[in-house]
Every structure is written in structure tokens, then in C-alpha cells.
């Protein structure tokens, strides 16, 4: 997968980890040929989990992880998603965390606009999944 939006040169592509055997694929976008959000998923056998959604703090407020989360959403359309609403810093990145992403307390919310729900098989507060579409 990849797409590019040529107004600002948005674009987006799916890059599965090697070897081919390994089962995490990272999605990226990129502005102006620089990666500025990413999603990494793992693929579980009876789910996707998502590690780690992030947009680089200079790109907040722009929709990019709206859109990271629905291109993950678009790339597993008929698996259960699941993933962990929690902050986290990525480090190996090497953005500057001075200006972190949505506090906890906004991340369950934001994620239950995109149709995810706590997680029934989990009882660990954050646990949310997406259903698989019927």
C-alpha cells in the first residue's frame, strides 16, 4: 500500500519487516520524503495488535494520527484490532518528546470515535479492540 496526496506531499506506505516469516508491519507517513507518524502492528494469528501509533510532536493537530489509525483500520478491515491506550515515548525514533502527544485521559476517548471499545477478554484499564467487521 501507498498512497500520496500531492498538496503537501503526504504520503503513505505499508513496510512489512524482514524476513518475511516476522509479523510486524510498519506503516509510515511521510511529509516532504521526512517520516513524521507511524504505526507498528503485530499480527497476533487471531488479531492485529497495535504497539505504537505516533506523529511527531511538530505535526500535532494536523489529523496524522486519525489518519495513521485509519490506514491501520483500512489495512485489516475484516481482523479484530487491538491495542493499549497509553502514552508512550518512542525513543529509537530520535524526535524530541518536549511536546508529547494526547494524555491518557483523552487517548480511550479519542480511539472509541474510531470504533474501538474495552477490550471484554482484557481487564487491564486501556485494553481497547476494534471488532472484526461482520
Not at 498538496?7 to 519487516?17: D, I, M, P, S, Y
Not at 525513543?91 to 480511539?111: H, K, N, R
Request: aromatic share 8%.
Amino acid at each position: 500500500m501507498a498512497t500520496t496526496d500531492t498538496a503537501e506531499t503526504v504520503t503513505l506506505e505499508a513496510v512489512r519487516k524482514s524476513p518475511p516469516e516476522d509479523n510486524e508491519t510498519f506503516l509510515m507517513l511521510s511529509v516532504g520524503g521526512k517520516v513524521v507518524a507511524y504505526a507498528e502492528v503485530l499480527d497476533l494469528g487471531d488479531e492485529q495488535y497495535v504497539c505504537e501509533l505516533a506523529v511527531h510532536h511538530e505535526h500535532h493537530g494536523r489529523g496524522l494520527g486519525t489518519r495513521m489509525l485509519n490506514a491501520v483500520i483500512d489495512t485489516y478491515p475484516d481482523q479484530r484490532i487491538a491495542l493499549a491506550a497509553e502514552h508512550f515515548e518512542p525513543p529509537w525514533t530520535g524526535w524530541s518528546t518536549a511536546t508529547s502527544g494526547l494524555p491518557v485521559e483523552d487517548l480511550t476517548p479519542w480511539y472509541a470515535r474510531h470504533g474501538f471499545i474495552p477490550d471484554p477478554r482484557d481487564d487491564i484499564d486501556g485494553c481497547m479492540v476494534r471488532p472484526a467487521r461482520p
